[in-house]
């Protein structure tokens, strides 16, 4: 397993050791113990699977308030993504930054997203599937996010006109949405 820095605090990129022959591979895509050694230290209690069919599709970027923030483990099992998250700690040096990870299928990188970050991603290829832990079950009432496109982010998505949910069209822009407290 391989730690690969980003520029926020609390903000993990795994690389997974794979082992490979003639039948295919086998790697090990969570381990508690190791990952703890690693500062990703919390109780998962749901995983969660998103589909989606077409290129180009964004989803988030989504959070969720306190009692009920949520940390993720993300990973793609098919396809790719361009995975973005946004330091939403309005407490933080870096509130308001944003970075975005390639994750793909092919190259098995895992992105941990702790609380206090809004998180989305956009399709790079036609059916990809996501896959993450959460350490905090879905909220309505706690429910919240960010316009993909708030022009203060400036996030420099790979599309233009993404596919978007008509709930995620709605979203605040970055200066109108709800804060995130400690």
């Not at 970027?61 to 923030?69: C, D, E, T």
Request: net charge positive; with cysteine.
């Amino acid at each position: 397993m391989k730690i690969i820095p980003t520029r926020f605090d609390k903000v993990i990129l795994v690389e997974l050791t794979k082992y490979e022959d003639h039948r295919g591979y086998f790697l090990e895509s969570y381990h508690e113990h190791l990952f703890k050694q690693y500062g990703i230290d919390c109780k998962f209690i749901q995983d969660n699977h998103s589909y989606s069919k077409q290129s180009g599709t964004i989803r988030g970027l989504h959070y969720q308030l306190q009692p009920k923030a949520q940390s993720k483990l993300v990973r793609v099992t098919r396809g790719a993504i361009y995975d973005v998250i946004v330091d939403i700690r309005a407490n933080s040096q870096t509130y308001g930054k944003w970075e975005g990870y390639k994750l793909t299928a092919k190259n098995q990188r895992l992105l941990f997203v702790p609380k206090g970050f809004a998180h989305g991603f956009c399709t790079l290829v036609e059916e990809t599937e996501v896959q993450y832990k959460v350490d905090e079950y879905y909220s309505p009432e706690h429910e919240r996010g960010v316009y993909w496109n708030s022009s203060k982010l400036n996030i420099d998505w790979p599309v233009t006109n993404p596919i978007i949910s008509h709930k995620d069209e709605k979203l605040p822009r970055f200066d109108k949405a709800e804060k995130f407290y400690f």
